[in-house]
């Protein structure tokens, strides 16, 4: 099976799901904290691929859901500033195998590239904490 490095907000209760499938899957987590990691604009930039800048977005980050930044309206340039200055900005997980990366848990896509296996149940995709904190 595939070593994954799986970028991730610690205490996330998505990320800690999202990391027992791939670990079910039969794959190795190594598990890294997405705020301390030295990111570059060209580091996080091949984690979006073709996707559109507004889907970068962590939509639960603090300030997605104050309004003060506003994913729909920003430019790719200054979405990766703004996201290595506030890494909670980032969608996660990202994650990293074989030279290729991904913002975000897409199964179809991931069991395509690694292979996720039979799951019970998808993985959460948005945070069910309804105060905004995710611990």
Not at 40 to 65: C, E, H, S
Not at 92 to 110: H, K, N, S, T, Y
Not at 125 to 135: A, E, F, K, L, Y
């Amino acid at each position: 099976m595939a070593v994954i490095v799986f970028y991730e907000k610690p205490g996330c209760i998505n990320n800690a799901s999202q990391k027992q499938i791939l670990i079910r899957s039969g794959h190795d987590v190594v598990a890294l904290d997405i705020r301390v990691q030295a990111w570059t604009p060209a580091t996080l930039r091949a984690f979006f691929g073709d996707r559109p800048v507004a889907d970068w977005f962590n939509r639960a980050a603090p300030r997605v859901k104050s309004g003060a930044v506003v994913p729909e309206t920003i430019a790719a340039d200054e979405a990766l500033a703004q996201m290595c200055l506030d890494p909670l900005l980032i969608r996660r997980p990202l994650i990293e195998c074989d030279g290729r990366r991904l913002a975000g848990f897409d199964e179809a896509v991931l069991e395509s590239w690694v292979g996720l296996g039979a799951q019970d149940s998808p993985a959460p995709q948005v945070c069910p904490r309804t105060d905004g904190i995710c611990p």
